[in-house]
């Protein structure tokens, strides 16, 4: 158990709707990672939060945002869905900076219909 | 912008043989390179890493990988391969503090022969 808590484990949804990701991190890490893994692209790096700010951004769509709250859950919100964006969407956390761990959750997987 | 580069999207080695997983990267600054190890319909979890210092970097389950500057490697190696290493493996790259996402390779899947 890497500490790392994502829910849900599975979302089934329909082209052009809307969903909430959710993970807590690791208890007393204050960074957190998204990734997508899809098996065209691979893994790849969404965005990183640290502490409540936004810290760096990746391969993002304008139609996903993210979010870290003051108790350090983050949420990545998907919009408008399409059926290219079913993926397993992965959570990472770390303590921040350089070098460091990053633990990852089980993910949630997301089929678009 | 870094890099990676996993050689080999499929490895199959007897049980008992030794693993050998590649691994090249590019980066224009010194890089931190990670193996982590995905198990079906699991998360990713950190075989081992190197930051800095000794060359030769010993992880979980009997890994180790050697740090290569001069040839920008990071390998993975196991002596004898158990049952239970099957699985899909990622070499990853991450810099320094403002640009600490990790860029993955494409990945190796291992296969076991009994």
């Known amino acids: 158990d890497s500490g790392v808590t994502q829910t849900p484990k599975h979302l089934i949804t329909a082209t052009g709707q809307r969903v909430t990701l959710r993970c807590s991190p690791r208890?007393?890490?204050?960074?957190v990672y998204w990734y997508q893994q899809s098996l065209d692209q691979g893994l790849q790096f969404l965005i990183q939060y640290y502490n409540g700010e936004e810290r760096a951004k990746g391969n993002i769509l304008e139609r996903f945002s993210a979010q870290q709250f003051p108790d350090l859950h983050s949420e990545l919100n998907l919009s408008s869905l399409e059926l290219g964006d079913s993926a397993l969407y992965f959570c990472?956390?770390?303590?921040?900076?350089?070098?460091?761990?990053?633990?990852f959750g089980a993910g949630t997987r997301l089929s678009v219909l | 912008a870094q890099s990676v580069t996993q050689l080999g999207s499929h490895v199959s080695v007897s049980e008992g043989a030794l693993v050998l997983l590649r691994c090249n990267y590019s980066s224009s600054v010194p890089p931190y390179l990670f193996w982590y190890v995905q198990y079906p319909n699991q998360g990713l979890q950190l075989l081992l890493k190197y930051t800095t210092g000794a060359t030769l970097v010993k992880g979980i389950n009997g890994f180790e990988a050697e740090f290569k500057k001069s040839e920008t490697s990071f390998h993975l190696t196991k002596p004898s391969a158990h049952m239970s290493d099957a699985a899909e493996y990622f070499c990853?790259?991450?810099?320094?503090?403002?640009?600490?996402?990790?860029?993955f390779g494409t990945g190796t899947r291992l296969t076991i022969i009994p």
């Open positions: 990472a956390s770390s303590v921040g900076g350089g070098g460091n761990i990053q633990y």
């Open positions: 208890s007393g890490d204050l960074s």
């Open positions: 990853a790259v991450s810099l320094n503090f403002g640009n600490e996402k990790l860029t």
